[in-house]
Each structure stands twice: as structure tokens, then as C-alpha cells.
């Protein structure tokens, strides 16, 4: 809970401290530019199941050593031991995300809050460590500190993402991801552990997880999968795929959300979560795009006003009729539309996202999102990204019954929420990204005026 505009105590003291701190370390570090400009840096990537495991975790190169401004990690090679260490089947990577955002208009209050997430992943390749080939152990570590603006901006789909997680609103530390993978014969993948859903979406120019593009839950990734799809909890599966080809992927997991405690003796307690996707390599005009098609279905018992780890939905909690199990199916793009022949840095990709669900207990009917990506675009700056997407969120008229009138509180009638960001991602150096973000909705939520976030995201690899 907020302290009332007129407290002032040691702890509101401290927090001012703490952002003009925050905003201090952005200014001194912004002037740090990367003298050389190493190949690809900024294009984007199509995987395949074959790279799934790398997909997030660290993929150590030459550019360990070096002066400051050219290294791709802050802290270097640490005297060759980080080397080493990749030589004999570990990595690992570190980086540390601020965020100081604020609205400026609409919302439920105005202010600028300021947080941050530490993220800590090792890979281990048991291939190099002298194990056998095609063995991965992947394990992403999260910790959160500080406020946001999700609990004021006032939307149902959160204007920062990755600030949500590992516990929305709270200080901690969690292991959301430790999968284990072994592949075989180079087309067949098995599956088991913790999963970051997260950290397994791929999807070219939405920025992955909320750290690197775009920061909205509704842009970053699919929202239609919000009601069944938890951000971290344990499965087990398979994936079927052709190097630059054809992926099919199969999981079946705990509908319930693990991303601070190990829940080992609660494990499929309310139901299981069943999910498959196909995902197609496509090429118009010669440049490479992707064409994803997927569902799920839970057998978990849900009501419309259950929390969500991809949404803020009204009077979570509150009174409503409980569902047997929720279903929702998606579609998901991206395609390069340019690619520079004189520099493949320099960059323009579209991407979209749309599903279909149940509508209740799911609280999204249907969604559908589009976006611009681009990367290189102003001369001198060729490693800095920048994007424009759109959003809307079919509400689904259960929500909106529910929340329209007695007994749910007053001023919560609903209706659908729709919105746009926009952001630019300026590279101050390998290991250093500034991002400046905006965006403006308009609110599910009918009495609450159109939201405006200004925010900006500092990054940096370690």
C-alpha cells in the first residue's frame, strides 16, 4: 500500500534517494559508446527446436576480452576463467534491468515508480563437459526489487511485463526455469523440468521476456493465453523438427504457477495443462518469416476473476461462477520485410499475434496484435532497435457482466481495452542498452480516462 502524500518519513525519504540514485547511474552511463561494431549484433533470429536451448541463455564469443567499450559482457573474460569455463560446458550471464516509469496521464494515480530485475542464467552443455552429445541443462534464476506502475497505470494487460515477475508487487528471488533437453538424431527433442514460459516464446521484434523491446504483457507476447498458461511451473514433453524447417513441440504441464517455491508434493494437484504449436519457416521475396499455429486446454477449475500471470485482472478474487477447465487457440507471425545488402544490421520486420478462447473463464475472448520492428535505421547507429506496435484486447462478455454492476464493486464496468507503444532501443555499448518507451491506451476499465506510461529501461550484461 502507498504511504498518503502527506507522510514523510525516513522510508519515502530513502525511496527519493533511490530514484534520483537510479536516475544518476543512467546519466553517467549513457555517454559510454561501443567503438566497433560487431556483425549481426542487432539482427533478429529465426530458431528452430535445435536452438531452443540457447534461445535465452548465454552464447559466450570472442568479444569476452577486450577495452570496456568493446567487450560484450561488462566484467570481460574474468581473467579467461569464463572461457574456460564455456569450454568445458558451462555459461553463464548475468545482467541487471532498471526500469523508471511513470503515468503521466489516466491511471488510477499519477507517479513514476522506479524497480528492477537481477537475471541470472547458466547453460550447461554436457556435450563439452565430456558427458554425451545433445545433452542441456537450462536454469534462469530472477530477482525483483522495487515498485512499478502496474498496480496504477490502470489496464488490463501490463504496461511492464517483465516487472510482474517472479512475484508481481513483491521483493524476491526465484528459480523459474530449470529444464533439462536431450536431443536426438538432430530431429527429436525431449523436455522436462521447470519451464519460463517466457523464456520459450519466440517470436521475432516483440523482445522476448520485456527486456529488450517492447515492455506491454499484450505486445510482448500472446495475452489469449493469460488464463491457462502459467509464467513458471514444471512439465515435460517433446519437439519434432527440421534444422531451418518444420517444429512441432508437445507439453504437458502443472497449470499452476511455481515461480518462488518448489511445490514438488502439490505437483498436477488441480489438473494438467496440455500445449502444442507448429511452427512453419516461411520466405517472402528470399527473406525469412515464421508462421506459428497453437492451443492449450487446462482441466484446471477457474472463475473469470482468478489472477493471471499475463494480465491485471479487476477485483481479482471476487465472487464468480467456477468453469471446468478453459481452452484457447492462437496464431502467431513475424517476417522480415527489408533487409539492408549492405548491412545486414540494418533492418524492417512485422510481426503479429491473434487467438480465440473460451471466453469464461478466460477473461479474453479473442486478441489480436500487429507491430513494426526495425533495427539500424539511423546512420552511425546501426545496433539500435526501435519499434511500434498495436493492441486490442476483446474482453469477454462474462468479465464484462460480472463487472458491470452489484456485487462486484462500483466503477468497474468493462469493455474492450486497446492501446499502442512505442519504444527505441539505443545501444551505448555491447553490454549496454538505454530504452526510452511510450505508451498510451485506452483502459478495459470504462470510468478511467485514456493511460499514458512514459518509462525508460537501462540494461546491462555482465
Not at 471476487?318 to 520485410?337: I, K, R, V
Request: aromatic share 12%; hydrophobic share 40%.
Amino acid at each position: 500500500m502507498k504511504q498518503p502524500l502527506s507522510y514523510v518519513g525516513l522510508g519515502s525519504i530513502l525511496a527519493t534517494r533511490a530514484r534520483l540514485a537510479a536516475i544518476a547511474l543512467m546519466l553517467i552511463i549513457s555517454p559510454v559508446v561501443s567503438r566497433a561494431d560487431p556483425p549481426d549484433y542487432g539482427q533478429e533470429t529465426i530458431s528452430t527446436a535445435s536452438t531452443t536451448m540457447s534461445e535465452t541463455t548465454p552464447t559466450p564469443t570472442s568479444g569476452f576480452s577486450g577495452a570496456i567499450p568493446d567487450r560484450s559482457k561488462l566484467t570481460g573474460d574474468w581473467w579467461d576463467v569464463r572461457d574456460t569455463l564455456f569450454s568445458r560446458g558451462f555459461a553463464l550471464d548475468v545482467s541487471l534491468t532498471q526500469f523508471y516509469q511513470g503515468v503521466v496521464a489516466g491511471g488510477t494515480e499519477r507517479d513514476f515508480e522506479y524497480g528492477g530485475k537481477l537475471d541470472y542464467y547458466l547453460n550447461f552443455d554436457g556435450a563439452k563437459a565430456g558427458l554425451w552429445l545433445g545433452l542441456s541443462l537450462t536454469m534462469h534464476v530472477e530477482t525483483r526489487y522495487g515498485e512499478d506502475v502496474n498496480d496504477i497505470e490502470g489496464m488490463l494487460a501490463f504496461g511492464n511485463f517483465n516487472m510482474a515477475f517472479p512475484k508481481a508487487g513483491k521483493t524476491g528471488t526465484g528459480v523459474t526455469a530449470l529444464k533439462l533437453t536431450q536431443s536426438f538424431f538432430d530431429h527429436f527433442l525431449l523436455i522436462a523440468g521447470k519451464i519460463n514460459t517466457l523464456d520459450d516464446f519466440r517470436l521475432n521484434f516483440t523482445g522476448r521476456n520485456g527486456l529488450d523491446r517492447f515492455m506491454n504483457s499484450a505486445i510482448v507476447a500472446n495475452i489469449i493465453n493469460g488464463r491457462t498458461v502459467p509464467y513458471s511451473t514444471y512439465g515435460a514433453g517433446f519437439a519434432l523438427f527440421e534444422k531451418d524447417g518444420p517444429e512441432f513441440t508437445f507439453l504437458v504441464r502443472d497449470p499452476d504457477n511455481h515461480p518462488t517455491t518448489a511445490d514438488l508434493d502439490e505437483l498436477f494437484a488441480h489438473g494438467v495443462l496440455l500445449t502444442g504449436s507448429l511452427r512453419l519457416p516461411v520466405a517472402l521475396n528470399g527473406l525469412p518469416g515464421t508462421q506459428v499455429f497453437g492451443g492449450g486446454w487446462s482441466s484446471r477449475h477457474y472463475t473469470a476473476l482468478d489472477p493471471s500471470s499475463w494480465e491485471n485482472i479487476p477485483d481479482q478474487g471476487g465472487t464468480a461462477p467456477e468453469e471446468s477447465g478453459s481452452w484457447a487457440l492462437y496464431y502467431n507471425f513475424d517476417q522480415y520485410l527489408w533487409v539492408s545488402s549492405f548491412n545486414t544490421n540494418t533492418w524492417i520486420g512485422i510481426f503479429g499475434m491473434s487467438g480465440l478462447s473460451d471466453g469464461n473463464p478466460n477473461s479474453v475472448r479473442w486478441n489480436v496484435t500487429i507491430g513494426l520492428g526495425a533495427g539500424g535505421l539511423i546512420p552511425g547507429r546501426e545496433r539500435d532497435t526501435c519499434g511500434l506496435g498495436y493492441f486490442h484486447i476483446g474482453v469477454s462478455d462474462e468479465l464484462k457482466n460480472l463487472l458491470s454492476g452489484p456485487p462486484a464493486p462500483p466503477g468497474l464496468a468493462q469493455r474492450d481495452e486497446q492501446g499502442i507503444e512505442l519504444y527505441y532501443n539505443a545501444v551505448l555499448a555491447p553490454w549496454c542498452r538505454f530504452t526510452g518507451d511510450l505508451q498510451i491506451a485506452q483502459p478495459s476499465t470504462k470510468r478511467l480516462a485514456t493511460t499514458v506510461l512514459l518509462g525508460t529501461r537501462l540494461k546491462i550484461d555482465f
